[in-house]
């Protein structure tokens, strides 16, 4: 089946350490998208990625990295700069690449927590 | 740039009761309005969208939403709620060759 999966659905780090959420499509999609959500916060997009070995700051990329280096992946590092990590992430994709006109496919989330 | 409004954080309803969930967007242009649900702990689910021609849009599991220039709101309704729709539910704005932007979502209830 084709879809989005992101790995762990649950992890737990102690301050000060660095932790990647990895996020795999096989939708054949340009577009990925990585956002954070914390309860009445809505969606807050961390970083986006158009294409292969491009990546564009969101609205809250302080604390985080990405890479792009294969269409289907998009991992994401939460770093020991984010000071408060603890939240929901979700990862998209969309096969338009501007993410403006096209639906959004979303994984099933990590819960990050730190300890 | 572009901003959503949903201005109910919480809405709680009976099951078979009609549904209303509100949406204000800011934008210059047309924009590209969206309605996604999500059930806790899980990711995003699109159940329609708006891109133009009829404003009246039909999504799934019966919803429907309607955009209205002149109010700049695109609201999602649903005649008979059923327990099954208890969930958080966002409303989302794209225009350009920028990502969506989503509102704070807002958390439905269903009681018998």
């Known amino acids: 089946d084709g879809g989005i999966t992101q790995s762990p659905k649950y992890l737990f780090r102690k301050e000060g350490q660095n932790v990647t959420l990895s996020c795999e499509q096989n939708l054949n999609h340009d577009a990925m998208y990585w956002y954070r959500q914390d309860p009445g916060q809505g969606l807050r997009l961390i970083y986006y990625s158009q294409i292969v070995n491009d990546f564009q700051k969101g609205d809250i990329a302080e604390g985080y990295s990405v890479s792009r280096e294969k269409k289907e992946s998009f991992p994401l590092t939460v770093t020991s700069a984010q000071k408060n990590p603890t939240a929901f992430y979700l990862c998209a994709s969309s096969i338009d690449p501007g993410g403006s006109t096209g639906e959004l496919f979303f994984g099933e989330g990590s819960r990050l927590t730190v300890l | 740039a572009q901003s959503v409004t949903q201005p109910d954080i919480h809405i709680t309803v009976s099951e078979g009761a009609s549904l209303e969930l509100r949406c204000n967007y800011s934008?210059?242009?047309?924009?590209?309005l969206f309605w996604y649900v999500q059930s806790p702990g899980q990711g995003l689910q699109l159940l329609l969208k708006?891109?133009?021609?009829?404003?009246l849009v039909q999504g799934i599991k019966g919803f429907e939403a309607e955009f209205k220039r002149s109010q700049s709101s695109f609201n999602l309704r649903k005649p008979s709620v059923h327990w099954s729709d208890a969930a958080e539910y966002f409303c989302a704005v794209g225009a350009g060759n920028t990502p969506l932007v989503f509102g704070k979502g807002t958390r439905l209830s269903v009681i018998a």
């Open positions: 934008y210059g242009a047309t924009p590209y």
């Open positions: 708006y891109f133009s021609g009829d404003t």
